[in-house]
């Protein structure tokens, strides 16, 4: 439905580089949208991706009109989601805030999915870099 191309400042990804994976803040969480946002605050993560990821739930609430969200912020070590796929949620926002960023299959390409998990060659697919924001349904 849309991408939200944002440029996050280049010294706190580099602070979050660096940090050992195994210090990587988790979060998972379901429930109202202030509730789940004011969840980051307590979370072992620095101050602005606290922030950062808060302000996301409030947005996303405020966009679609949802009282109620679940979130899930995870480190992922290897392709969280290699096979292509529609998922059963009505829509859906993701940001990626280290790594190479995201990658999906062009709504011109988007039949060959149906409700199956597919292999797509990679030429196919376009990339949104780290901390840009895209909402979609599926």
Do not use: N
């Amino acid at each position: 439905l849309g991408i939200w191309l944002r440029d996050l400042d280049p010294l706190a990804l580099a602070d979050l580089d660096a940090m050992p994976p195994v210090d990587l803040p988790q979060l998972r969480c379901e429930g109202l949208a202030d509730d789940v946002a004011d969840a980051f605050a307590a979370l072992s993560a620095p101050a602005w991706l606290q922030r950062d990821a808060a302000d996301l739930v409030r947005t996303f609430a405020g966009l679609t009109g949802l009282r109620r969200v679940a979130v899930k912020l995870d480190p992922v070590a290897t392709d969280a989601c290699r096979k292509l796929h529609h998922d059963q949620l009505p829509l859906r926002m993701l940001c990626v805030y280290r790594g190479r960023g995201t990658q999906f299959l062009p709504p011109a390409h988007e039949a060959r999915i149906g409700g199956e998990r597919i292999d797509v060659d990679d030429r196919l697919l376009e990339t949104v870099p780290r901390g840009a924001v895209m909402l979609f349904t599926g």
